[in-house]
């Protein structure tokens, strides 16, 4: 049974940093998926969740949507089934629940992770 976990959300300030963490336990071919953070704000729907960044199964090919490029950076490692979001001047805008997706295609619309977290909430106060 595949099991996403992510973690490091908060409440914070306008300006801080943050960094969220999703382990994939219960797939051994980790390396082998895309990676997708998506967050989803209250009142939208789970098709409605906005693709923030995603990284391909190697680490060397990187997609961000225009509002956090220069601000987020996504990563994984491998050897620990995990993939980050570092983020950086946090806006009042950013605030919603992140989720982590795992694909086997990558891609910017939910409809191709079949994995998901519970997701954890990034709450930016100005």
């Known amino acids: 049974q595949v099991q996403v976990e992510e973690s490091g959300g908060g409440l914070v300030q306008a300006g801080d940093s943050v960094m969220l963490s999703c382990v994939v336990s219960g797939r051994r071919t980790f390396d082998k998926y895309a990676m997708g953070w998506f967050r989803q704000v209250p009142g939208k729907e789970r098709e409605e969740r906005e693709c923030?960044?995603?990284?391909?199964?190697?680490?060397?090919?990187?997609y961000y949507t225009d509002s956090v490029k220069g601000r987020f950076t996504i990563s994984r490692d491998n050897a620990k089934n995990t993939v980050y979001l570092q983020m950086n001047n946090l806006k009042p805008e950013d605030t919603a629940v992140y989720y982590c997706g795992v694909s086997p295609f990558g891609g910017t619309t939910t409809d191709v992770y079949v994995d998901w977290g519970r997701g954890t909430l990034v709450n930016v106060s100005s």
């Open positions: 923030v960044a995603t990284i391909n199964y190697s680490g060397d090919t990187t």
